[in-house]
Nanobody, 115 residues
């Protein structure tokens, strides 16, 4: 069983920064990738950024140049540094992990950007 615990959400003014962190725990494993998705009210959940175990990253166009994802394979953690936040970044952010053919989700952390 894999458990993901997120931290770091909150309220910030437009133009500000936040850092999200996620720690995976459970059985010893080597995950394939970790990342972040988000879901704004009334919208579908969307990819924000992912990082593979080998370090390859992928970002949504809307966050390129503003967000940076990083991971620590030894600690099974992933972080998302969010800079130059905009009101449209307001959403619940979910940590995600891929292990084999299975995907796992965290409970989510609220990020609210005030304009």
């Amino acid at each position: 069983q894999v458990q993901l615990v997120e931290s770091g959400g909150g309220l910030v003014q437009a133009g500000g920064s936040l850092r999200l962190s996620c720690a995976a725990s459970g059985s010893t494993f080597s995950f394939n990738a970790m990342g972040w998705y988000r879901q704004a009210p009334g919208k579908q959940r969307e990819l924000v950024a992912i990082i593979t175990r080998g370090g390859t990253t992928n970002y949504a166009d809307s966050v390129k140049g503003r967000f940076t994802i990083s991971g620590d394979n030894a600690k099974n953690t992933v972080s998302l540094q969010m800079n130059s936040l905009k009101s449209e970044d307001t959403a619940i952010y979910y940590c995600w992990l891929k292990w084999g053919v299975s995907g796992y989700w965290g409970q989510g952390t609220q990020v609210t950007v005030s304009s």
